[in-house]
């Protein structure tokens, strides 16, 4: 049996979601919208393989002077983009706003 991510059409195996517990405080009928049916769904991140680009960039929690780092335009466009970083040695991340 796989799920299937909505948003970015990832398969996951449904054995990777054992032993989940999903707690609800309340009954399905309570929450009769499309809208508030959402918030019973889990989120779960997935790693889509892609680790970015190998920069040479400080990490701040180790000290290792390689980082992996990816763009995104998060704010409105006429801001500048967020750049996320990946140590490559201890996996810390941090981000700086370009």
Request: proline content about 3%; hydrophobic content about 25%; overall charge neutral.
């Amino acid at each position: 049996m796989v799920v299937t991510c909505e948003q970015c059409g990832h398969d996951e195996p449904a054995s990777s979601y054992e032993n989940v517990v999903i707690t609800t405080r309340s009954e399905a009928e309570a929450f009769p919208s499309a809208l508030r049916q959402k918030r019973k769904t889990q989120t779960k991140r997935h790693d889509t393989g892609d680790l970015g680009t190998l920069v040479s960039e400080k990490c701040p929690s180790c000290g290792h002077m390689q980082a992996y780092s990816k763009e995104r335009q998060l704010r409105s466009a006429d801001e500048g983009s967020t750049i996320f970083y990946e140590c490559a040695a201890c996996k810390h991340g941090w981000r700086t706003n370009n």
